[in-house]
């Protein structure tokens, strides 16, 4: 999961220029070539690095700071707005990554099907969505989101791959999503502080 991890951030930092450049559906396809050659480069790695010096060795990209920044606002009434439709794709995109992420885990191996669970089905998926119904510009932006939440899931799964042979694994998965919601929202907490994606669209602020 680690591998596939640092597959979802390397396609989070170039997602949103390809589909700016070739639109949503195209694009999101596109850069899922990065996933793919991001995976393949560092899981071979997993087998032998530790998982400490696996995270240490990948680290996020930074931009120039932006000249302005909207507020950042939280509108639960957004909520409201969220078609079954919508939901019900996005949950199917999941649902079926973990069904082959289990079939491959069962085939090859956890070792294998694990980064498979770190496939980003679901930023596929709300990349169409979004671009169809807030345009190219939104979508690119919720990709450019992504990469904070990506930095989330590297340390969710570094730590999961330490505690879970440790601890209880109701306790392991605590304590992985309490990584993954500090590193996730700290990441996105300092780019906006130092003023990366500064042209965001102020809608999706």
């Known amino acids: 999961m680690v591998a596939g991890a640092a597959g979802f951030i390397a396609y989070c930092l170039l997602a949103p220029r390809v589909v700016g450049r070739f639109g949503a559906l195209r694009g999101s396809a596109i850069t899922l070539t990065a996933w793919v050659g991001t995976v393949a480069v560092v899981l071979p790695a997993m087998a032998t690095l530790s998982v400490a010096k696996a995270a240490a060795a990948i680290a996020p ?9 909207p507020h950042l606002r939280c509108d639960l009434s ?43 089905a679901i930023l596929l998926a709300s990349l169409t969505l979004v671009a169809e119904e807030e ?11 992504a990469r904070a939440g ?31 919601l500090v590193t996730g929202l700290g990441t996105y907490g300092i780019a906006w502080a130092t003023g990366h994606g500064g042209d965001e669209h102020p809608a999706r602020a």
Do not use: H, M, N, Y
Not at 135 to 145: E, I, N, S, W
């Open 61 to 69: 990209v930074r931009r120039p700071a932006g000249s302005s920044r």
């Open 135 to 145: 345009g190219q510009a939104a979508a690119r932006d919720d990709a450019r989101g």
């Open 150 to 180: 990506a930095v989330g899931l590297l340390c969710f799964a570094a730590v999961g791959a330490s505690v879970f042979t440790a601890v209880a694994a109701a306790l392991a998965i605590v304590i992985a999503a309490a990584t993954w």
């Open 78 to 120: 957004k909520l409201r707005e969220v078609k079954p439709r919508e939901a019900l794709i996005r949950f199917g995109f999941g649902a079926g990554t973990s069904a082959v992420a289990g079939f491959v885990s069962s085939w090859t191996g956890p070792f294998i099907g694990g980064a498979l669970l770190a496939f980003p």
